[in-house]
């Protein structure tokens, strides 16, 4: 398999011109536009071994003919250029998750940007304001093709390196699979887009299932976890170790250990830990997924070499990162709103208050508010919400419903104010957040990025059969 690797350019003012287009003035412009960092991505079918050799090669769609596809790496504030070609049978579209943006570089077909036909080519430009953990994935047939594979990276470097032996990226993907390693079919079942959504049989790091992965003893390890699954929670436990949670989708927090050490992430969340090993040399440390009852599993093992370790005692570098030049929003003065997260099965095969839900498409089986959008994004879908440019909001996350939701807002990073009313601690952000069954989580942010945006569940089937909205910052 031939592994196509992007090559940033740095492009001495050709581009210099096009580098400022849309881009919002309440974000950071760009220091130097000289330096504009271009990529190219194919979005294209491929064949991956995810399993190992002693199967069949598994049909992917991908980008850049690997999975996951090309990490890219790029530097905070400054432009980046994303020239996407779609050479998959179908239309797509790129959403740079996380990354504060203007609207039009999304990525969400009909309401940010038309979809990319089959043949054609976007090109994306925006200036990342915040450096953190964030990837890509299609915002299109979202079902099939991140279920078949396509989503990388996007890190964005701090101007300073950060004072770790190794940074490392883990993207977690699930896979339903059949037993010759093939994608199963049977997307978007209705029973199962009622429930827990398409959760699939085989969990690999980096595009292939992990036996091991190697350390040293001493070594300080920056770890990246992305969950890219469509609809897999996971809850990783580190055994033997206490790894130190210091960001969030992004979002630099207090330093801490999360509870329980169980780092809890569901589907497009992202957690960078700080890990110190300081397990024995020649030992293997399992790295235990236990989110579900009676089905925890191993992801992979921390394997230490057998080698004397590197350093005596864990390094004592802080280990807070930079802040990122969010706005504080003024929870004071915030204006309140309730979005009441609803429907789905209960234990009874009954739906849960889908009373006088008002669907815009058939296959609806959850809502907000009592509305149900369904599908990735479509021209002239109308705001739930308006907000008022350069004002704060506070949104109640209300789940009245008996299944756990990862709630996504596109274009902002949001602070998680409190849980069931009682505070959140470690100052933490996020851009996904996930409210579990019966809870309410409030969050808030400063509405200062005009445009419609899309608020929705990133458990892709929920998503896709109803619970989804969009806002407005006009
Ligand atoms: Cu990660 Cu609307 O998506
Ligand atoms: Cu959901």
New binding site residues.
């Given amino acids: 398999m031939s592994v196509i690797v992007p090559s940033a350019i740095t492009r001495r003012s050709l581009l210099a011109g096009a580098a400022s287009v849309g881009v919002a003035a309440s974000l950071p412009s760009a220091a130097d536009s000289s330096r504009m960092q271009e990529f190219g991505l194919t979005a294209a079918p491929g064949r991956v071994p995810l399993v190992g050799e002693s199967y069949p090669a598994t049909e992917v769609w991908c980008y850049g003919n690997r999975i996951p596809g090309p990490e890219l790496r790029v530097r905070q504030g400054q432009p980046v250029r994303v020239v996407v070609r779609n050479e998959l049978p179908e239309d797509t579209t790129v959403h740079w998750h996380g990354i504060r943006l203007p609207n039009a570089m999304d990525g969400v077909p009909g309401l940010s940007q038309p979809p990319i036909k089959p043949g054609e080519q976007f090109v994306y430009e925006f200036t990342p304001p915040d450096a953190g953990t964030f990837w890509y994935h299609p915002h299109a047939d979202s079902l099939k093709q991140l279920g078949r594979g396509m989503a990388g990276a996007l890190i964005v470097e701090e101007p300073e390196p950060v004072a770790v032996d190794r940074d490392l990226l883990w993207m977690l993907s699930d896979w339903r699979l059949t037993s010759l390693a093939q994608i199963a079919s049977g997307f978007g079942n209705a029973m199962e887009a009622a429930m827990s959504?398409r959760v699939g049989n085989t969990i690999t790091v980096n595009g292939g299932v992990s036996e091991q992965v190697s350390v040293r003893s001493g070594e300080r390890i920056r770890l990246r976890l992305v969950n890219c699954a469509l609809a897999r929670m996971m809850a990783l436990r580190f055994e033997g170790h206490r790894p130190v949670v210091v960001a969030i989708d992004g979002q630099p927090c207090e330093p801490h250990e999360a509870p329980g050490g169980r780092l809890l992430l569901g589907p497009a969340m992202r957690v960078d830990v700080v890990l110190d090993m300081q397990g024995d040399p020649g030992r293997r440390y399992r790295v235990i997924d236990d989110f579900y009852d009676g089905l925890s599993y191993w992801l992979t093992q921390l394997a230490y070499d057998a080698g004397p370790p590197m350093r005596a005692h864990p390094l004592d570098a802080p280990l807070s990162l930079p802040r990122n030049p969010v706005p504080e929003p003024d929870v004071a003065t915030a204006e309140r709103h309730v979005l009441r997260?609803q429907g789905g099965m209960m234990g009874g095969g009954a739906m849960m208050g889908m009373g006088g839900m008002q669907g815009m498409g058939h296959g609806a089986s959850?809502g907000i508010n009592g509305h149900s959008m369904t599908g990735d994004g479509h021209a002239g879908m109308p705001p739930l919400l308006t907000l008022q440019r350069g004002r704060s909001y506070v949104l109640t996350l209300r789940n009245e419903t008996a299944?756990?939701?990862?709630m996504h807002l596109h274009g902002f990073s949001f602070r998680v104010l409190s849980r069931n009313d009682s505070p959140v601690p470690y100052r933490q952000w996020a851009d996904t957040v996930l409210v579990p069954p019966k809870e309410t989580v409030d969050i808030a942010f400063v509405a200062d990025n005009p445009g419609d945006w899309m608020l929705h569940?990133h458990?892709t089937d929920?998503q896709v059969s109803g619970?989804m909205t969009v806002l407005r910052v006009a």
């Fill in positions: 959504g997260l959850w299944w756990w939701h990862p569940c458990v929920h619970m």
